[in-house]
């Protein structure tokens, strides 16, 4: 699938503790030169689990999944380092 622009990361931490990141790309050829969007949602525990599996602590999970996902946002090393670590989530897609 080639991507013509993303989004990067959106990150949106909740005051209940839970969390969803994803990204948008823009003028996917796949899909006609259309748009795709990709969101991850995480309970509290989950946040948790990922903030072990990253080494950070919630205030720094921002920039520690930023850096570890890149600038493009790298959904298939992101879901695999979630699965190395029986970390769970709730996967929606758009396009």
């Known amino acids: 699938m080639e991507r013509q622009g993303t989004s990067g990361m959106i990150f949106e931490m909740h005051a209940d503790g839970t969390l969803r990141v994803g990204y948008e790309d823009y003028g996917v050829e796949f899909f006609g030169g259309g748009d795709f969007e990709c969101y991850y949602d995480f309970d509290k525990e989950s946040v948790d689990a990922l903030c072990a ?29 979630c699965k190395d670590n029986d970390i769970t989530y709730s996967r929606m897609t758009y396009s």
């Open 53 to 81: 599996a990253l080494s950070t602590g919630r205030k720094k999970l921002e920039k520690a999944l930023g850096d570890f996902v890149g600038d493009d946002f790298d959904s298939s090393k992101f879901e695999k380092l």
